[in-house]
């Protein structure tokens, strides 16, 4: 009789050891998407809040636009593309000479 009791306290803590592990990987389950949810972005949109723009906000806004384009006409175009190594490379038809002449 002795064994049978020694035998279902033995299966009394296997269950419990059981059930605790599952709580504990629930857990750990339940915490994983957290950090992942931080980061992403909110997804709540706040612009329906934002009140309507004023008309003296709508001429400011205007007269920065019309700043942007005129600075934007006063840069000059590219004229090509730029080769900042152009003034130490020797031409390119001097490069396969000069390298067979060399040691």
Do not use: C, F
């Not at 004023?54 to 730029?82: D, F, H, R, S, W």
Request: glycine residues 8%; positive net charge.
């Amino acid at each position: 009789m002795g064994s049978r009791l020694q035998g279902v306290v033995r299966s009394e803590a296997l269950s419990r050891r059981s059930v605790a592990l599952a709580v504990a990987a629930a857990i750990a389950l339940a915490l994983l998407p957290v950090g992942a949810a931080a980061q992403l972005p909110m997804s709540m949109s706040l612009a329906h809040d934002k009140p309507a723009p004023t008309p003296e906000q709508i001429e400011k806004q205007k007269a920065l636009e019309k700043a942007y384009k005129a600075a934007k006409e006063k840069i000059p175009e590219k004229n090509g593309a730029a080769d900042p190594w152009g003034g130490i490379r020797p031409a390119s038809g001097a490069t396969a000479s000069a390298k067979k002449g060399k040691p």
